[in-house]
Nanobody, 123 residues
Framework: QVQLVESWGGLVQAGCSLSLSCSASGRTASPYAMAWFRQALGKEREIVAGITWTTGDTYHGDSVKGRFIISRDKAKNMVYLQMNSLKPEDTAVYYC????????????????WGQGTQVTVSS
């Protein structure tokens, strides 16, 4: 079992930056990948960014490419999401997730989820 805990999101103005972190604990084996998802009110959950644990290969969704950066610290079992140039449409609950096994695409199965943290961007 893996426990994922996200940092507090918060309320920021458009154009500002915010950083989220996610700490992972409980499982001795490293995950294959970790990712950030988000779900806005009334919308489906979408993947924001992902990173493979061992190699550090990253994926960023089209809506955040060039503005958000995912990274990880293997020694600390932490994953980060640096969010720059935030827009009101980035408002959502952000979730940290871990894929225990290999996934062929970023739309594969993520086995563990954090509780989510609200990010609100005001215009």
């Amino acid at each position: 079992q893996v426990q994922l805990v996200e940092s507090w999101g918060g309320l920021v103005q458009a154009g500002c930056s915010l950083s989220l972190s996610c700490s992972a604990s409980g499982r001795t084996a490293s995950p294959y990948a970790m990712a950030w998802f988000r779900q806005a009110l009334g919308k489906e959950r979408e993947i924001v960014a992902g990173i493979t644990w061992t190699t550090g290969d990253t994926y960023h969704g089209d809506s955040v490419k060039g503005r958000f950066i995912i990274s990880r610290d293997k020694a600390k079992n932490m994953v980060y999401l640096q969010m720059n140039s935030l827009k009101p449409e980035d408002t959502a609950v952000y979730y940290c997730a871990a894929a225990a096994k290999y996934i062929s695409t970023w739309y594969g199965t993520f086995d563990y989820w954090g509780q989510g943290t609200q990010v609100t961007v005001s215009s």
